[in-house]
Each structure stands twice: as structure tokens, then as C-alpha cells.
């Protein structure tokens, strides 16, 4: 079964930088669309930021110009670069992947475990 491991989470002063990664454990074949997502308590999961295998890129509003998102192919790791970090980024982030799994020969949508990003002073 696939997992997606993120890290890099944690507590920075505001202007401050983190970057979070995720890589998917198991078997994959292919990985297709990755993204960021983060949710604060009582309010619907957004998307942050997503990459297609191909390369392309997109951000919400609130993110462009202080967050980039990539990814490494070869190691099959999305990256979320997070500069310029204000409170209102707080939240926890979640790793989203469109891959296939070679052990269950299907293509998925999965999850990762979210980790807690907070800017405070």
C-alpha cells in the first residue's frame, strides 16, 4: 500500500522560510499530478499549489510569489519552497498524489499524514 511521507513542518517567525517534502513509500510506476494542500480547524481543505507531470505549475493567489512547488523525478519527491511566511499561512499542509501503484496495478488519489505548519512570533 502507498504512503506518502511528508516532513519539514514546524514553527518560524513571520518573513521566515520552510520547506516541506513528501515522497511516496511502495511500488509506484508513475506519478502524475502532485500538490499542496492545507487545511485550518473549521474551514475545507484548499489547495495550495499543484505540478503536473509535465512539468506545469499552479498556485492560489494568496502563495504566488513566496511559494514554489517542484518536484524531483528521479527520487519521485514534491517539494514546497515557503518564503516570505506570514501567519495566515498557518495550517497544516497535506501532500496530494495522483500515482500509479504497482501493487495494486491501479492509479490513485492519495494522502499524506499532514504535517503543522505554524507562523508565530
Known amino acids: 500500500q502507498v504512503q506518502l511521507v511528508e516532513s519539514g513542518g514546524g514553527l518560524v517567525q513571520p518573513g521566515g522560510s520552510l520547506r516541506l517534502s513528501c515522497a511516496p513509500s511502495g511500488s509506484i510506476f508513475r506519478i502524475y499530478d502532485m500538490a499542496w494542500y492545507r487545511q485550518v480547524p473549521g474551514k475545507q481543505r484548499e489547495l495550495v499549489a499543484i505540478?503536473?507531470?509535465?512539468?506545469?505549475?499552479n498556485y492560489t493567489d494568496s502563495v504566488k510569489g513566496r511559494f514554489t512547488i517542484s518536484r524531483d523525478n528521479a527520487k519521485n519527491t514534491v517539494y514546497l519552497q515557503m518564503n516570505r511566511l506570514k501567519p495566515e499561512d498557518t495550517a497544516v499542509y497535506y501532500c496530494?498524489?495522483?500515482?500509479?501503484?504497482?501493487?495494486?496495478?491501479?492509479?490513485?488519489?492519495?494522502w499524506g499524514q499532514g504535517t503543522q505548519v505554524t507562523v508565530s512570533s
Open positions: 496530494n498524489a495522483d500515482l500509479f501503484d504497482m501493487a495494486t496495478r491501479a492509479r490513485g488519489n492519495y
Open positions: 505540478t503536473t507531470s509535465g512539468g506545469m505549475t
